[in-house]
């Protein structure tokens, strides 16, 4: 809690000071035939997340609220790790870095606009990057049918999956709090089950993330572009919490007990949370290759543009994709746990749901 606490204050304390920095030096989103905003509005939220959800991490450690890290005790002989044993990994500081390049890249972008085939160029380094650090999806617990992977299966999924994620991410960031909202809900569920594990190694930055988030939502949300108190996170924001979201998945689904304990629902928990803007990406690209346009063609066709021109307000979209997304956690909840469906089947009624939903969208448009 300390963590998202320190994270939230930073963040409420900077964001003031990004809106002002953005005003002197015109740095704005402006609006254009995709945009949901029809005003200049600061871009550089996002900058705040990295530095403040750190801060937040270090004070939180050193405040004793996480005693140990790399758990389960079972796991390690019986003996906790604690901080004093803590040791950063070559690894680590690897995947460190690719946070920190996807991160600055967002935020050039911001400042000075860099082409779409440059930005996935190094989006594509760092999904290489990731499994070359031990880090990938070994294992699909059932899922097809599937189980172990071998590592040259493993690592072309665990690539296409990182970049499924931090596209997913940086695309559905269309209108006031569905990226940071979204996010908050993924964080906070991500760190309540690493924690359930005994892994506040990682459930730390989750929460600390997520608390930096909340208050940029604030200024999001709640921002008056007239007293200028509106921001934008900007690409910097929204491809970090891509890649940040894309390295909890792969954590939390890798099959690696020397770090977590076996759980057959471990990749699927992390697809639950993920489903929603993963699955409208797919959506939008197959329907652009079905009518032969570019892949990253900017259009209308998300989710929340799609709700919008159905007549929903952006603050009412926001609370619909919102409900879906929680809609979708507690419907896989129960088939897993209770009516025991298997991940499967669960995840083929996941779409089902998802694809009823859009028809239902468009026909309500058309009408």
Same mark, same amino acid.
């Given at each position: 809690?300390?963590? @998202?606490?320190?994270?939230?204050?930073?963040?409420?304390?900077?964001?003031?000071?990004? #809106?002002?920095?953005?005003? %002197?030096?015109?740095?704005?989103?402006?609006?254009?035939?995709?945009?949901?905003?029809?005003?200049?509005?600061?871009?550089?939220?996002?900058?705040?997340?990295?530095?403040?959800?750190?801060?937040?991490?270090?004070?939180a450690?050193?405040?004793? /609220?996480?005693?140990?890290?790399?758990t389960?005790?079972? +796991?390690?002989?019986?003996?906790?790790?604690?901080?004093?044993? @803590?040791?950063?990994?070559?690894?680590?500081?690897?995947?460190?870095? $690719?946070?920190?390049? #996807?991160?600055?890249?967002?935020?050039?972008?911001?400042?000075?606009?860099?082409?779409?085939?440059?930005?996935?160029?190094?989006?594509?380094?760092?999904?290489?990057?990731?499994?070359? $650090?031990?880090?990938?999806?070994?294992?699909?617990?059932?899922l097809?049918?599937?189980?172990?992977?071998?590592?040259?299966?493993?690592?072309?999924?665990?690539v296409?999956?990182i970049?499924?994620?931090v596209?997913?991410?940086?695309?559905?960031?269309?209108?006031?709090?569905?990226?940071?909202?979204?996010?908050?809900?993924?964080?906070?569920? &991500? +760190?309540?089950?690493?924690?359930?594990?005994?892994?506040?190694?990682?459930?730390?930055?989750?929460?600390?993330?997520?608390?930096?988030?909340?208050? &940029?939502?604030?200024?999001?949300?709640?921002?008056? =572009? /007239?007293?200028h108190?509106?921001?934008?996170?900007g690409?910097?924001?929204?491809?970090?919490?891509? @890649? $940040?979201?894309?390295?909890?998945?792969?954590?939390?689904?890798?099959?690696?007990?020397?770090?977590?304990?076996?759980?057959?629902?471990?990749?699927?928990?992390?697809?639950?949370?993920?489903?929603?803007?993963?699955?409208?990406? +797919?959506? =939008? +690209?197959? /329907?652009?290759?079905?009518?032969?346009?570019?892949? &990253?063609?900017?259009?209308?066709?998300? #989710?929340?543009?799609?709700?919008?021109?159905?007549?929903?307000?952006?603050?009412?979209?926001?609370?619909?994709?919102?409900?879906?997304?929680v809609? &979708? $956690?507690?419907?896989?909840?129960?088939?897993?746990?209770?009516?025991?469906?298997?991940?499967?089947?669960?995840?083929?009624?996941?779409?089902?749901?998802?694809?009823?939903?859009?028809?239902?969208?468009?026909?309500?448009? %058309?009408?």
């Amino acid at each position: 809690m300390i963590a @998202f606490v320190i994270a939230f204050l930073l963040t409420l304390v900077g964001t003031p000071v990004v #809106i002002q920095f953005c005003l %002197k030096n015109n740095l704005f989103d402006k609006p254009n035939k995709r945009s949901s905003h029809e005003k200049n509005v600061p871009r550089l939220g996002g900058t705040l997340f990295l530095p403040t959800a750190f801060i937040g991490v270090v004070v939180a450690m050193n405040m004793g /609220e996480s005693g140990y890290f790399f758990t389960p005790p079972d +796991a390690v002989g019986g003996a906790l790790l604690t901080k004093s044993q @803590f040791v950063v990994k070559t690894s680590t500081l690897i995947i460190g870095f $690719c946070a920190l390049l #996807i991160y600055l890249v967002g935020i050039i972008d911001d400042l000075r606009e860099i082409k779409a085939k440059q930005k996935f160029m190094v989006q594509a380094i760092v999904a290489l990057a990731l499994p070359a $650090c031990n880090l990938y999806i070994n294992n699909l617990y059932g899922l097809f049918g599937i189980y172990e992977l071998s590592f040259w299966m493993a690592y072309p999924l665990t690539v296409f999956v990182i970049l499924l994620v931090v596209n997913a991410i940086n695309l559905i960031d269309g209108i006031d709090g569905l990226a940071s909202g979204l996010s908050v809900v993924m964080l906070t569920l &991500f +760190a309540a089950e690493f924690h359930r594990l005994g892994a506040d190694t990682y459930a730390l930055p989750a929460i600390a993330i997520a608390g930096s988030l909340c208050a &940029f939502m604030l200024f999001n949300i709640f921002g008056s =572009v /007239e007293r200028h108190t509106k921001i934008f996170m900007g690409d910097g924001g929204s491809l970090l919490l891509g @890649f $940040c979201l894309s390295y909890f998945l792969l954590k939390l689904g890798m099959d690696n007990r020397a770090i977590l304990p076996y759980d057959p629902n471990a990749l699927f928990y992390g697809i639950t949370l993920l489903f929603l803007p993963t699955a409208d990406l +797919a959506r =939008v +690209a197959l /329907e652009r290759l079905r009518q032969r346009q570019p892949i &990253f063609q900017a259009d209308k066709r998300h #989710i929340h543009h799609r709700l919008m021109g159905a007549g929903l307000t952006m603050h009412q979209t926001l609370l619909v994709i919102l409900g879906l997304e929680v809609l &979708f $956690c507690i419907v896989n909840y129960f088939c897993i746990n209770c009516l025991e469906m298997g991940a499967t089947l669960t995840l083929l009624l996941d779409i089902l749901i998802f694809a009823f939903f859009n028809l239902v969208l468009m026909r309500s448009q %058309k009408a």
